[in-house]
Protein backbone atom coordinates (compact mmCIF):
# COMPACT_ATOMS: atom_id res chain seq x y z
CA UNK A 1 0.00 0.00 0.00
CA UNK A 2 1.46 3.20 -1.21
CA UNK A 3 -0.49 5.58 1.35
CA UNK A 4 -0.16 6.59 4.26
CA UNK A 5 -3.38 7.87 5.79
CA UNK A 6 -3.36 9.80 8.99
CA UNK A 7 -7.20 10.69 9.28
CA UNK A 8 -10.19 10.18 7.59
CA UNK A 9 -13.53 11.49 8.76
CA UNK A 10 -17.28 10.79 7.38
CA UNK A 11 -20.67 12.41 7.64
CA UNK A 12 -23.77 12.35 5.77
CA UNK A 13 -25.85 15.21 4.04
CA UNK A 14 -28.94 14.87 2.60
CA UNK A 15 -31.39 16.85 0.82
CA UNK A 16 -34.20 14.84 -0.68
CA UNK A 17 -36.62 18.31 -2.07
CA UNK A 18 -35.55 21.08 -3.58
CA UNK A 19 -37.57 23.04 -0.63
CA UNK A 20 -36.40 20.84 1.92
CA UNK A 21 -34.02 21.57 4.48
CA UNK A 22 -30.50 19.97 4.30
CA UNK A 23 -29.73 17.77 7.04
CA UNK A 24 -26.87 16.39 8.43
CA UNK A 25 -25.63 13.31 10.57
CA UNK A 26 -22.08 13.69 11.45
CA UNK A 27 -19.75 10.29 11.68
CA UNK A 28 -18.09 8.71 14.46
CA UNK A 29 -15.51 11.65 16.53
CA UNK A 30 -12.72 9.15 15.84
CA UNK A 31 -12.44 5.97 12.20
CA UNK A 32 -9.79 3.36 13.34
CA UNK A 33 -7.54 2.88 9.93
CA UNK A 34 -7.66 -0.54 9.41
CA UNK A 35 -7.11 -2.60 6.63
CA UNK A 36 -10.73 -2.25 5.14
CA UNK A 37 -10.05 1.69 5.31
CA UNK A 38 -6.91 1.99 3.91
CA UNK A 39 -8.70 0.00 0.92
CA UNK A 40 -10.95 2.26 0.88
CA UNK A 41 -9.51 5.28 0.22
CA UNK A 42 -6.59 3.42 -2.00
CA UNK A 43 -9.96 2.70 -4.16
CA UNK A 44 -11.37 6.34 -4.03
CA UNK A 45 -7.61 7.88 -4.09
CA UNK A 46 -7.09 5.81 -7.90
CA UNK A 47 -10.87 6.41 -8.84
CA UNK A 48 -9.63 10.51 -8.69
CA UNK A 49 -6.81 10.16 -10.53
CA UNK A 50 -8.75 8.38 -13.08
CA UNK A 51 -10.86 10.79 -13.50
CA UNK A 52 -9.82 12.87 -16.84
CA UNK A 53 -11.99 16.35 -16.20
CA UNK A 54 -9.83 17.66 -14.10
CA UNK A 55 -9.44 21.46 -13.31
CA UNK A 56 -6.70 23.14 -10.82
CA UNK A 57 -6.90 26.27 -8.59
CA UNK A 58 -6.15 27.84 -5.33
CA UNK A 59 -7.99 29.40 -2.48
CA UNK A 60 -9.38 32.56 -2.92
CA UNK A 61 -7.99 35.86 -1.55
CA UNK A 62 -11.66 38.01 -1.42
CA UNK A 63 -13.11 38.30 2.14
CA UNK A 64 -15.87 35.53 3.33
CA UNK A 65 -18.54 37.85 5.00
CA UNK A 66 -19.72 35.43 7.47
CA UNK A 67 -20.07 35.04 10.85
CA UNK A 68 -18.66 31.60 10.98
CA UNK A 69 -14.61 30.72 9.52
CA UNK A 70 -14.38 29.80 6.01
CA UNK A 71 -12.69 26.74 5.17
CA UNK A 72 -9.43 28.33 4.42
CA UNK A 73 -9.29 29.79 7.86
CA UNK A 74 -10.45 25.95 9.13
CA UNK A 75 -7.95 24.56 7.48
CA UNK A 76 -5.16 26.43 8.57
CA UNK A 77 -6.60 25.73 12.06
CA UNK A 78 -6.20 22.13 11.44
CA UNK A 79 -2.83 22.96 9.85
CA UNK A 80 -1.43 24.55 12.80
CA UNK A 81 -2.79 22.02 15.16
CA UNK A 82 -5.28 24.21 16.76
CA UNK A 83 -8.17 22.25 15.46
CA UNK A 84 -8.28 18.70 15.84
CA UNK A 85 -9.21 16.50 12.39
CA UNK A 86 -13.00 15.86 13.36
CA UNK A 87 -13.70 19.23 14.73
CA UNK A 88 -12.28 20.41 11.89
CA UNK A 89 -14.14 17.51 9.33
CA UNK A 90 -17.71 18.89 11.25
CA UNK A 91 -17.33 22.57 10.83
CA UNK A 92 -16.25 21.99 7.17
CA UNK A 93 -19.89 19.48 6.70
CA UNK A 94 -21.53 22.48 8.83
CA UNK A 95 -20.27 24.96 5.91
CA UNK A 96 -20.86 23.03 3.07
CA UNK A 97 -24.73 22.64 4.46
CA UNK A 98 -24.88 26.55 4.35
CA UNK A 99 -23.60 26.43 0.53
CA UNK A 100 -26.11 23.90 -0.30
CA UNK A 101 -28.85 25.57 0.94
CA UNK A 102 -28.24 28.53 -1.26
CA UNK A 103 -29.26 26.23 -4.18
CA UNK A 104 -32.52 24.60 -4.91
CA UNK A 105 -30.95 21.63 -5.75
CA UNK A 106 -30.96 18.15 -4.36
CA UNK A 107 -28.09 16.59 -2.97
CA UNK A 108 -27.30 13.24 -0.90
CA UNK A 109 -24.25 11.33 -0.08
CA UNK A 110 -21.72 10.76 2.56
CA UNK A 111 -19.27 13.76 2.18
CA UNK A 112 -15.16 12.51 2.88
CA UNK A 113 -12.03 13.97 4.43
CA UNK A 114 -9.31 12.35 4.03
CA UNK A 115 -5.67 13.21 5.44
CA UNK A 116 -3.30 11.00 3.52
CA UNK A 117 0.33 10.90 1.91
CA UNK A 118 1.42 9.42 -1.22
CA UNK A 119 4.50 9.26 -3.11
CA UNK A 120 5.99 12.06 -0.55
CA UNK A 121 3.13 14.67 -0.55
CA UNK A 122 0.79 15.43 1.74
CA UNK A 123 -3.18 15.64 0.56
CA UNK A 124 -6.23 16.26 1.54
CA UNK A 125 -9.41 14.92 0.00
CA UNK A 126 -12.51 16.33 -0.20
CA UNK A 127 -15.58 14.28 -1.50
CA UNK A 128 -19.36 13.34 -1.73
CA UNK A 129 -19.94 10.06 -2.14
CA UNK A 130 -23.20 9.51 -4.27
CA UNK A 131 -25.65 6.54 -2.19
CA UNK A 132 -27.03 3.97 -4.50
CA UNK A 133 -29.23 1.19 -3.84
CA UNK A 134 -28.57 -2.26 -4.70
CA UNK A 135 -31.17 -4.93 -4.44
CA UNK A 136 -30.72 -8.90 -2.80
CA UNK A 137 -32.88 -11.98 -2.43
CA UNK A 138 -32.66 -14.56 0.10
CA UNK A 139 -33.39 -18.09 0.39
CA UNK A 140 -37.27 -17.45 0.48
CA UNK A 141 -36.87 -15.28 -2.10
CA UNK A 142 -37.72 -12.32 -0.67
CA UNK A 143 -36.41 -9.22 -2.01
CA UNK A 144 -34.22 -6.84 0.08
CA UNK A 145 -32.83 -3.58 -0.80
CA UNK A 146 -29.73 -1.89 1.21
CA UNK A 147 -27.48 1.70 0.34
CA UNK A 148 -23.82 1.67 -1.14
CA UNK A 149 -21.10 4.11 -1.61
CA UNK A 150 -21.24 4.42 -5.23
CA UNK A 151 -17.61 5.74 -6.06
CA UNK A 152 -18.33 5.47 -9.54
CA UNK A 153 -20.39 8.30 -9.91
CA UNK A 154 -17.55 10.46 -8.13
CA UNK A 155 -18.42 13.95 -9.12
CA UNK A 156 -18.13 16.40 -6.15
CA UNK A 157 -14.40 15.98 -5.01
CA UNK A 158 -11.37 18.00 -4.68
CA UNK A 159 -7.79 17.76 -3.61
CA UNK A 160 -5.33 19.72 -2.28
CA UNK A 161 -1.59 19.31 -2.03
CA UNK A 162 -0.95 20.67 1.31
CA UNK A 163 2.81 20.45 0.94
CA UNK A 164 2.40 22.79 -2.26
CA UNK A 165 -0.32 25.50 -0.24
CA UNK A 166 2.00 25.73 2.81
CA UNK A 167 5.13 26.57 0.51
CA UNK A 168 3.66 28.29 -1.98
CA UNK A 169 0.96 29.80 -0.77
CA UNK A 170 0.21 31.96 -3.98
CA UNK A 171 0.54 29.48 -6.45
CA UNK A 172 -2.32 28.59 -8.87
CA UNK A 173 -2.78 24.79 -8.59
CA UNK A 174 -2.50 23.08 -5.31
CA UNK A 175 -6.52 22.37 -5.67
CA UNK A 176 -7.62 19.94 -8.18
CA UNK A 177 -11.08 19.14 -8.53
CA UNK A 178 -13.42 17.32 -11.15
CA UNK A 179 -14.61 19.80 -13.26
CA UNK A 180 -18.04 19.55 -15.15
CA UNK A 181 -21.09 17.99 -13.97
CA UNK A 182 -24.27 16.86 -15.83
CA UNK A 183 -26.80 19.78 -15.42
CA UNK A 184 -24.48 22.44 -13.37
CA UNK A 185 -20.96 23.44 -13.02
CA UNK A 186 -19.51 21.57 -9.70
CA UNK A 187 -18.65 25.39 -8.74
CA UNK A 188 -22.51 26.09 -7.95
CA UNK A 189 -21.78 25.74 -4.42
CA UNK A 190 -18.87 22.85 -4.11
CA UNK A 191 -15.59 25.45 -4.78
CA UNK A 192 -17.70 28.24 -2.94
CA UNK A 193 -17.44 26.21 0.02
CA UNK A 194 -13.74 25.19 -0.13
CA UNK A 195 -13.29 29.31 -1.11
CA UNK A 196 -11.51 27.89 -4.37
CA UNK A 197 -11.59 29.80 -7.70
CA UNK A 198 -9.29 28.18 -11.02
CA UNK A 199 -6.11 28.88 -11.70
CA UNK A 200 -3.66 26.92 -13.86
CA UNK A 201 -5.61 25.87 -17.10
CA UNK A 202 -4.31 22.27 -17.75
CA UNK A 203 -6.11 22.29 -21.21
CA UNK A 204 -4.71 25.08 -22.80
CA UNK A 205 -0.94 24.09 -21.04
CA UNK A 206 -1.28 21.09 -22.94
CA UNK A 207 -2.58 22.55 -25.99
CA UNK A 208 0.75 24.47 -26.13
CA UNK A 209 3.15 21.71 -25.06
CA UNK A 210 1.92 19.96 -28.19
CA UNK A 211 2.62 22.63 -30.65
CA UNK A 212 5.99 23.15 -29.23
CA UNK A 213 6.69 19.68 -29.49
CA UNK A 214 5.19 20.19 -33.33
CA UNK A 215 6.87 23.27 -34.00
CA UNK A 216 10.72 21.48 -32.72
CA UNK A 217 10.13 18.17 -35.02
CA UNK A 218 9.81 20.73 -37.86
CA UNK A 219 12.37 22.81 -37.21
CA UNK A 220 14.73 20.20 -36.79
CA UNK A 221 13.68 19.08 -40.40
CA UNK A 222 13.09 15.21 -38.97
CA UNK A 223 11.61 12.70 -41.02
CA UNK A 224 8.10 11.52 -41.43
CA UNK A 225 9.25 8.21 -38.90
CA UNK A 226 11.28 10.50 -36.75
CA UNK A 227 8.48 12.85 -36.09
CA UNK A 228 6.05 10.09 -35.51
CA UNK A 229 8.74 8.33 -33.16
CA UNK A 230 8.71 11.71 -31.43
CA UNK A 231 4.83 12.06 -30.98
CA UNK A 232 5.35 8.63 -29.67
CA UNK A 233 7.56 8.93 -26.67
CA UNK A 234 5.57 12.14 -26.04
CA UNK A 235 2.21 9.73 -25.90
CA UNK A 236 4.18 7.53 -23.66
CA UNK A 237 5.70 9.64 -21.07
CA UNK A 238 2.51 11.70 -20.79
CA UNK A 239 0.67 8.07 -20.30
CA UNK A 240 3.37 7.25 -17.46
CA UNK A 241 2.76 10.54 -15.79
CA UNK A 242 -1.17 10.69 -15.81
CA UNK A 243 -1.03 6.76 -14.36
CA UNK A 244 1.13 7.87 -11.10
CA UNK A 245 -0.50 11.15 -10.75
CA UNK A 246 2.05 12.96 -11.77
CA UNK A 247 3.03 16.11 -13.20
CA UNK A 248 4.06 16.75 -16.69
CA UNK A 249 7.96 18.09 -16.68
CA UNK A 250 9.39 20.00 -19.60
CA UNK A 251 12.88 18.88 -18.66
CA UNK A 252 12.58 15.39 -17.91
CA UNK A 253 10.27 15.42 -21.46
CA UNK A 254 13.33 17.32 -22.61
CA UNK A 255 15.92 14.44 -22.21
CA UNK A 256 13.37 11.71 -24.12
CA UNK A 257 12.63 13.58 -27.45
CA UNK A 258 15.68 15.58 -27.93
CA UNK A 259 17.47 14.06 -31.02
CA UNK A 260 20.87 13.47 -31.75
CA UNK A 261 22.43 16.00 -33.50
CA UNK A 262 19.91 18.41 -33.25
CA UNK A 263 20.88 22.44 -33.10
CA UNK A 264 19.29 22.34 -29.52
CA UNK A 265 17.12 20.46 -27.07
CA UNK A 266 13.98 20.39 -26.58
CA UNK A 267 14.11 22.80 -23.50
CA UNK A 268 16.41 24.72 -24.45
CA UNK A 269 14.11 25.32 -27.27
CA UNK A 270 10.74 25.85 -25.48
CA UNK A 271 12.56 28.45 -23.17
CA UNK A 272 13.90 30.71 -26.56
CA UNK A 273 10.89 30.56 -28.28
CA UNK A 274 8.89 31.79 -24.91
CA UNK A 275 6.09 29.39 -24.89
CA UNK A 276 4.23 30.19 -22.05
CA UNK A 277 4.80 26.36 -20.55
CA UNK A 278 5.06 26.15 -16.74
CA UNK A 279 8.44 24.35 -15.81
CA UNK A 280 6.28 21.41 -14.76
CA UNK A 281 2.04 21.07 -15.06
CA UNK A 282 -0.77 18.36 -14.99
CA UNK A 283 -1.92 17.45 -18.27
CA UNK A 284 -5.33 16.86 -20.17
CA UNK A 285 -4.48 12.85 -21.66
CA UNK A 286 -7.27 13.35 -24.13
CA UNK A 287 -5.22 16.01 -25.71
CA UNK A 288 -2.28 13.77 -26.18
CA UNK A 289 -3.92 10.91 -27.40
CA UNK A 290 -4.77 12.66 -30.62
CA UNK A 291 -0.62 13.09 -31.61
CA UNK A 292 -0.61 10.08 -33.32
CA UNK A 293 -3.98 9.26 -34.52
CA UNK A 294 -6.46 10.87 -36.53
CA UNK A 295 -9.90 9.55 -35.20
CA UNK A 296 -13.72 10.61 -36.21
CA UNK A 297 -17.03 9.11 -35.66
CA UNK A 298 -20.50 10.33 -36.88
CA UNK A 299 -23.13 9.18 -39.21
CA UNK A 300 -22.41 5.31 -38.57
CA UNK A 301 -19.41 5.96 -39.49
CA UNK A 302 -15.69 5.51 -37.18
CA UNK A 303 -12.11 6.23 -38.76
CA UNK A 304 -9.51 5.98 -37.22
CA UNK A 305 -6.14 5.83 -38.51
CA UNK A 306 -2.35 6.75 -37.77
CA UNK A 307 -0.97 10.29 -38.41
CA UNK A 308 1.93 8.95 -40.29
CA UNK A 309 -0.20 7.04 -43.04
CA UNK A 310 -2.20 10.68 -43.35
CA UNK A 311 -1.31 11.47 -47.29
CA UNK A 312 -0.07 8.31 -48.04
CA UNK A 313 -2.28 5.49 -47.25
CA UNK A 314 -5.42 7.76 -46.18
CA UNK A 315 -5.67 10.71 -48.29
CA UNK A 316 -8.32 13.31 -48.10
CA UNK A 317 -9.97 15.53 -50.95
CA UNK A 318 -11.01 18.91 -49.68
CA UNK A 319 -12.23 19.55 -52.88
CA UNK A 320 -15.29 16.98 -52.97
CA UNK A 321 -14.83 16.14 -49.13
CA UNK A 322 -14.08 12.72 -49.60
CA UNK A 323 -11.30 9.79 -47.78
CA UNK A 324 -9.71 7.40 -49.89
CA UNK A 325 -7.91 4.83 -48.08
CA UNK A 326 -5.30 2.57 -48.99
CA UNK A 327 -3.79 -0.51 -47.57
CA UNK A 328 -7.33 -1.35 -46.12
CA UNK A 329 -6.67 -3.59 -42.87
CA UNK A 330 -6.96 -7.25 -43.51
CA UNK A 331 -9.37 -7.92 -41.08
CA UNK A 332 -11.74 -5.39 -42.72
CA UNK A 333 -11.05 -6.41 -46.00
CA UNK A 334 -12.20 -9.93 -44.89
CA UNK A 335 -15.29 -8.40 -43.64
CA UNK A 336 -15.99 -6.36 -47.10
CA UNK A 337 -15.23 -9.22 -49.28
CA UNK A 338 -17.64 -11.78 -47.54
CA UNK A 339 -20.17 -8.74 -47.07
CA UNK A 340 -20.10 -8.62 -51.12
CA UNK A 341 -20.62 -12.20 -51.79
CA UNK A 342 -23.36 -12.54 -49.35
CA UNK A 343 -24.82 -8.93 -51.56
CA UNK A 344 -24.17 -11.60 -54.71
CA UNK A 345 -25.64 -14.44 -53.07
CA UNK A 346 -28.75 -12.59 -52.54
CA UNK A 347 -29.16 -10.56 -55.72
CA UNK A 348 -29.39 -14.12 -57.28
CA UNK A 349 -31.86 -15.92 -55.47
CA UNK A 350 -34.03 -13.38 -55.74
CA UNK A 351 -33.78 -13.58 -59.44
CA UNK A 352 -37.12 -14.77 -61.05
CA UNK A 353 -37.17 -18.26 -63.22
CA UNK A 354 -37.43 -17.52 -66.65
Known amino acids: MSLIISNIALHYITRTGENSDVQVTFGPDQVEITPRIENFVDSLHNIYNGKGSKAYGHFSNEPTPSDHKNFIELITDYLDESEPFNDFSKKSTALLKLELEKYDIEENGYLVFCYYEY ?171 KVTKYSGYGAGISISFERSHFGQDVVYNAANDSLTIYKIPPNLKEQLLKLLQDEDRAAQTSQPFE
Open 119 to 289: MGGRYLLVAVIPVSEHYSVDGDLTISANKHLDTSKLQLAARIDLFDFQQNAEGNRYISFIKGRAGRKISDFFLDFLCCQEGLDAKEQTQTLVKAVEDFVSVNQLDANEKQDTRKELLSYCKDQKASAQDVSIKELGNMISKEGAEQDFYSFCQENDYPLEESFPHEQAIVN
